[in-house]
């Protein structure tokens, strides 16, 4: 599976961004998709994911309430909306694909594909 995220950029503090994410695979509904990000000097870390069918996600206690994953099945492709960004959230985000389940992702981080990443950067 390949995978092409885009939408970052530099944002003031408590503005909004979304990232995308496609996929090539036309299988892209058989993976569990997620959303994780490094920043400079830190390790990898999980941030959001999502179920096959989109029924279940999960969200960082360091995010939960500002950030949303989604994901249209049809387009192959899976997003994750950014709201009231700090400083903090500034980092590579990187989406992957993952045969599942959501749970094991969340918890260990371990996926089967990963896209190239995105930066995002929030400046106070």
């Known amino acids: 599976v390949q995978l092409q995220a885009s939408g970052g950029g530099l944002v003031l503090a408590g503005g909004s961004l979304r990232l995308s994410c496609a996929a090539s695979e036309r299988t892209f509904s058989s993976y569990v998709m997620a959303w994780f990000r490094q920043a400079p000097g830190k390790e990898r870390e999980f941030v959001a994911g999502?179920?096959?069918?989109?029924?279940?996600?999960y969200e960082a206690d360091s995010v939960k309430g500002r950030f949303t994953i989604s994901r249209d099945n049809a387009k192959n492709t899976v997003y994750l909306q950014m709201n009231s960004l700090k400083p903090e959230d500034t980092a590579v985000y990187y989406c992957?694909?993952?045969?599942?389940?959501?749970?094991?992702?969340?918890?260990?981080?371990?996926?089967?594909?990963w896209g190239q990443g995105t930066l995002v950067t929030v400046s106070s």
């Open positions: 992957a694909a993952a045969p599942g389940p959501l749970s094991t992702v969340a918890r260990t981080g371990r996926v089967g594909f």
């Open positions: 999502i179920s096959w069918r989109g029924g279940t996600t």
